[in-house]
């Protein structure tokens, strides 16, 4: 039996709710590997099942930091997915918008912590952060590379190939 939670009643509630957000991302992630998919984008569909591989883990992350913290983590509910996307080029376009929104929802709680000096969570949190960086670093290069590229002749099939050749690297 817990006895007491080491979070604020706001830090537990704004967790919870970057839980949700999580969720949803890999819900949006699975949406958009379907819809590549369906559209003969086999290594843009690969690297979308990998993307909601990844929120899922953040999301389940999250849920433990909370339980361990002796928080109350909740199940959330996932509606309103987008499942059809105009265009290719649109599926990484909303890609890009959810991890950009992802890393402001977490510097929104990296800024209460600071408030409320919770450094516990702050420390925890900044994991999160180095790897927002990431995420939306590889959602940019992928945008960029219809630019790059381009989108006529077999630039879409030039673009799914090397989708998933994207990399990251923090030095």
């Known amino acids: 039996?817990?006895?007491?939670?080491?979070l604020s009643t706001e830090i537990e509630s704004l967790l919870n709710q970057q839980i949700k957000k999580e969720a949803h991302s890999?819900?949006?992630y699975l949406s958009m590997a379907s819809w590549c998919d369906r559209n003969g984008f086999d290594g843009s569909a690969d690297f979308f099942?990998?993307?909601?591989?990844?929120?899922?883990?953040?999301?389940i992350k999250l849920y433990k930091y909370l339980l361990d913290m002796g928080g109350t983590a909740l199940s959330p509910e996932i509606?309103?997915?987008?499942?059809?996307f105009g265009s290719f080029r649109e599926v990484f376009e909303d890609a890009l918008e959810q991890e950009i929104a992802i890393t402001q929802s977490f510097k929104n709680i990296a800024a209460h912590c600071h408030k409320e000096q919770d450094f516990v969570t702050m420390e925890f949190l900044n994991w999160f952060l180095r790897e927002q960086r990431e995420e939306e670093y590889i959602a940019r290069r992928a945008l960029e590379l219809f630019e790059v590229i381009g989108e006529n002749g077999t630039g879409?099939?030039?673009?799914?190939k090397n989708i998933g050749n994207i990399k990251y690297s923090a030095e």
């Open 49 to 59: 099942f990998k993307q909601s591989d990844e929120e899922r883990h953040h999301q």
């Open 79 to 84: 509606s309103n997915i987008k499942i059809e």
């Open 1 to 6: 039996m817990r006895i007491k939670s080491l």
């Open 26 to 28: 890999s819900a949006i």
């Open 156 to 160: 879409y099939w030039d673009i799914d």
